[in-house]
């Protein structure tokens, strides 16, 4: 086939979660709405938030921290805890992928699916929590847990040898071009997931 493998040839799939599965957990526009809906300084709001965010996102500090950094350096007219909720509910399933794995998955008794994602830990707690996402995944490599972020080529090196297998045998699906040009050149074969019907279509060509 012009991709070079058939399913046959894999024994595990890397999903990344937030742009494929769900919603970015704390993007850019989760935060302008949260300026927003606090009445905050957004510029000032994310200058703070990129100085700390891929620290937080590599484990290394707990979203307290990072909000003591963010926000809560000076009063607040709203408590940690409200706006921790505020930050969590911006998280959404996008539509009709992740059921449609879930099906596909349980007809390929070969596959196994593991996350490799960039996410702060309490976040990425409640995603999986919150959206079921175990019944997907068999395992999680995020860069929370491992205090590494894609596209350090580490990441998908620990990657590989957590799920027992060889970059060969792996299929790695992203929405970020620069993430998958990473797999890529780590050995795994890449997806650049651009939208459901696209991916759903090429998985089943496979």
Known sequence: MEQG???????????????????????????????AAFDLDFEEMDKRHDLIFNVYEEG????????????????????KEVFRDFMFQQSKQLPQLLDWLIGWKAQ???????????????LHQYR?????????YDGFVCSCDVGLRKPDP?????AVG????????????????????AGKKAGLNVWHHQDHSATIAFLQSL
């Open 154 to 158: 580490q990441i998908f090196a620990l």
């Open 128 to 136: 999986v929590q919150h959206f079921q996402l175990r019944r997907l």
């Open 5 to 35: 493998f058939t399913l046959s040839d894999i024994k595990v799939i890397f999903l990344d979660i937030g742009g494929v599965l769900l919603t970015n957990g704390w993007g850019r526009a989760s935060r302008q709405a949260a300026a």
């Open 162 to 181: 957590v799920a027992g297998v060889q970059p060969h045998e792996c299929l790695y699906i992203d929405d970020r071009e620069v993430l998958i040009a």
């Open 108 to 122: 390929q008794a070969q596959l196994r699916f593991f996350s490799l994602n960039n996410e702060p830990r309490e």
């Open 60 to 79: 290394r500090v707990t979203l307290d921290a990072y909000l003591d950094t963010v926000l809560f350096y000076e009063p607040r007219a709203f408590s």
